[in-house]
């Protein structure tokens, strides 16, 4: 008897069968990632409140952190911050220690449905350096807020893990749990918002 295949793709709710080895645009859509990444939390759920803090929650801060470092930039970029943790959708959110635990394979599927992700929005399969860079520290600085109000963290643990953020955001930004059809509905009105400009 033959072995039994592994079964390396999974169904979304719009009914596409995304091949997780060999993703392609086609079979990415912005409400499959909207909805997984509102169920998907941050933390691994070591967080305060009564609703978990989700991946899109994350990323919609992170854009808004971006954009407000980067007020000239170009609608594009402000997706591609949008969509920075979007593979999370099909692969999950690991906390750090357990990405460095499973090793190189993590990233390599990270970097394969981040590139079909970019594609299907009009976005370089790789972003340009520049871009990466300001899209990590919005990333960065997001991570120290969220450690702080609602995981737990002391200024001091915060600012050795994430770096100091500027006092300004330190002080204005202000994270919020929600329920995850409210931050799905956020998340594809930004998107679509976005998508909408780069576009124009």
Known sequence: MAPKQSRAWQRMLSGRRLD??????????????????????????????????????????VEALFSRA???????????????????????????????????GYGELDARLSAA?????GLPTTLPPAIKKQIKLADNVSAWLEAVQIAGFSEAEADRFFGRPDPTLRHTMEIRLRPPAEVRRDFISRHESLLASASS
């Open 20 to 61: 997780l080895l060999d993703p392609t645009p086609m079979d990415i859509e912005i409400g499959d990632i909207a909805h997984g990444l509102a169920f998907v939390a941050r933390w691994n759920g070591q967080t305060h409140g009564d609703w978990p803090y989700s991946v899109a929650e994350h990323s919609l801060l």
């Open 70 to 104: 980067n007020p000239e930039i170009p609608a594009r970029w402000q997706l591609a911050a949008l969509l920075h943790d979007a593979p999370e959708y099909v692969i999950g959110d690991m906390i750090s220690p357990v990405k460095a635990a499973v090793g190189p």
């Open 117 to 121: 992700i970019h594609l299907r929005f």
